[in-house]
């Protein structure tokens, strides 16, 4: 709404039946006065992403005309209300007819905190839309790479000449994932390890790292699941970034840039 903006433009948006009208400009103080008189709460400075992502959210749509009140498509929720996050007022709308989206708010203490907890949320949200498309899973604590470590490690004792070093140097850097993870934690990663290929060897084929009691746990009972495609794809570029660097037979320096003397310390 703008200064010159007065009540019949007002009355065209009361007209749609609305309780709440959301503007994406300043609402200046005689229209706010029109919709708090009507019964409407007026929310102004909403965001121009914001404001289409909660369209979609609330199964509403966005329009800059009012003439035509049956044209227009509503949105709904059960409760609009104002809250307050550490030093913030936000607004939250709950109980949303779609019920297929939600706000995430991430608070630290520094920049460089936030960053690294906004990326790691994205790469939970990227795992989660691979899922949903390949549903296959595998168990994670270190229980996948185990069970293929054993499984190269097996066939590489079947293998003659130097292919089978390979194969078992293959199957060590499998093993090294439950090392990190564990090392992580601040466990003995050399003892879990061990127990780990232990009980894979003895047919306990989903015993993984339990990180929230520093043990061997079994995956299955626990949840602790990973993304098949997620998985593979980690598997298939570590094997190429390994293959890269193996084909690499000579490494070409440049000289270092020979420094000139200051002309002052001539």
């Not at 409407?40 to 369209?55: K, R, T």
């Not at 660097?245 to 002052?264: C, E, F, K, S, Y």
């Amino acid at each position: 709404f703008g200064c010159k903006i007065g009540s019949k433009k007002v009355e065209k948006i009361l007209s749609h039946k609305i309780n709440v009208f959301i503007n994406r400009q300043l609402i200046y103080n005689y229209p706010e006065q029109l919709f708090s008189d009507a019964g409407v709460m007026a929310i102004e400075h909403a965001d121009f992403e914001g404001i289409e992502q909660l369209a979609k959210v609330l199964g509403g749509e966005i329009t800059s005309t009012f003439d035509r009140p049956h044209l227009v498509k509503l949105g709904h929720c059960d409760l609009i209300e104002e809250i307050m996050i550490g030093e913030d007022r936000l607004i939250r709308f709950s109980g949303v007819a779609l019920g297929e989206a939600c706000t995430i708010v991430l608070r630290g203490a520094t920049q460089q905190i936030l960053d690294e907890a906004e990326r790691s949320l994205h790469d939970a949200l990227c795992v989660l839309s691979q899922t949903t498309r390949e549903t296959r899973i595998v168990y994670g604590g270190g229980c996948a790479e185990v069970a293929m470590a054993n499984a190269v490690s097996r066939l590489a004792q079947k293998t003659a000449g130097k292919e089978a070093i390979a194969m078992e140097a293959f199957a060590r850097a499998l093993c090294q994932l439950p090392v990190i993870i564990a090392d992580n934690g601040g466990y003995d990663s050399a003892e879990l390890l061990a127990k780990i290929r232990a009980l894979h060897n003895e047919g306990n084929s989903t015993s993984g790292l339990d990180m929230s009691e520093g043990s061997v746990g079994d995956m299955a009972e626990l949840g602790v699941t990973e993304s098949f495609l997620v998985k593979r794809q980690v598997l298939l570029s570590a094997s190429e970034a390994a293959e890269m660097l193996l084909r690499v037979d000579d490494i070409i320096r440049n000289a270092p840039r020979p420094r000139q003397p200051h002309p002052r310390h001539r």
